[in-house]
């Protein structure tokens, strides 16, 4: 008999989770499962115990439940300590042990589409709320020293660098500051909600004084395309959207559950199918 996976939020109803870890399941020969839930705050400490009596081996934490739960679990793993948050739970001999691989499902899927050392690299993170924070402390961790951010609110990116656990020679800037000097960044990544459905026309800034060459990410997966790197495209910078970390971060959730690789390439195919459209 197989074993049941899940995600826990609210709302769940629109989340492809359920899509591709079903799908690797089959592609692996595996008889599990995986079911989303809606999960209200109000419901949250229940709903753990019922997960955990009802016998899940592992599940997803997403919006709002991925820092209430922290004290819901037995044991937090060194991923969910260093982000402060949770995304995956893992249900071993009893015990609940909350991971984090949104950090390290981004930082691979850069990797994969940048042949030179991250740690070299001159970075600007626009947004410092949560996503960011991940990015951050990951990069960080991995030894990239040259991360600036800029953010609506420069005093949350400043408590941000504050925080950082790691050795940094980070900067917080305005987003209009920042705009002026996009000439002295190699990569530029934007994980603000600016851009995303459905205020698909909004940008967080302008590319225009980015650098020949430089890497524009963006972490929005809905739509694939946002403003922000359609402008890129059109400036001839490199492009990476966030359908890769969406599916890089499930990959490893996928993992830690079950000491299988996923293959990459088939969740890609089902997220961009599902949002009907082709990577820039
Ligand atoms: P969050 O903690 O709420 O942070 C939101 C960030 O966006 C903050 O920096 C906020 O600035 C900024 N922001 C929001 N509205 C803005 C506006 N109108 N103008 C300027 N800045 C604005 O959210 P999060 O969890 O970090 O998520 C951020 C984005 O990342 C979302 O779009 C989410 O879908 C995406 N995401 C993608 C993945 C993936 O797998 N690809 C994973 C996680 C998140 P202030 O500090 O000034 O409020």
């Known amino acids: 008999m197989g074993n049941l996976y899940g995600l826990i939020g609210s709302p769940v109803e ?16 595996l008889e599990h ?29 997403t919006i709002p439940h ?35 691989t949104d950090g390290n499902g981004y930082v691979s899927s850069l990797k994969s589409i940048i042949n030179k050392p991250l740690k070299d690299q001159k970075i600007l993170i626009i947004g410092a709320g949560g996503a960011a ?14 991360i600036d951010f800029c953010n ?3 005093s949350k990116a400043e408590e941000l660098i504050k925080e950082c656990p790691f050795p940094n020679k980070s900067h917080a ?22 851009g995303m459905y459905p205020n698909r026309n909004e940008k967080p800034m302008s590319l225009r004084q980015a650098k020949r060459g430089a890497v524009v990410s963006d972490i929005i997966y809905n739509p694939i395309h946002t403003a922000f790197l359609e402008e890129a495209k059109e400036l001839g910078l490199v492009v990476h959207n966030g359908v890769g970390m969406f599916v890089h971060q499930a990959a490893l959730a996928f993992e830690l559950w079950t000491n299988q690789v996923p293959s ?4 890609s195919k089902i997220v961009i199918n599902k949002l009907g459209g082709t990577t820039c």
């Open 264 to 267: 990459i390439e088939r969740m």
């Open 173 to 194: 800037f305005g987003i209009s500051q920042a705009e002026q000097q996009l000439a002295d960044y190699d990569i530029i990544i934007q994980t603000t909600a600016v």
């Open 152 to 154: 609506r609110t420069v």
């Open 66 to 100: 991925k820092l209430s739960i922290i004290p819901l679990l037995d044991e937090l793993d060194e991923s969910a300590q260093i982000a402060g948050a949770v995304n995956t739970v893992v249900h071993l001999n009893g015990r609940l042990i909350g991971y984090n």
């Open 33 to 61: 499962y995986y079911q989303a839930f809606h999960v209200l705050p109000t419901n949250l400490e229940e709903a753990v115990r019922a997960l955990k009596l009802l016998n899940i081996k592992g599940f997803n934490v």
């Open 133 to 146: 924070r991940g990015i951050y402390f990951t990069l960080t961790n991995q030894g990239s020293m040259h």
């Open 14 to 29: 629109q989340s492809m989770s359920p899509d591709i870890h079903n799908d690797a399941f089959r592609a692996l020969q």
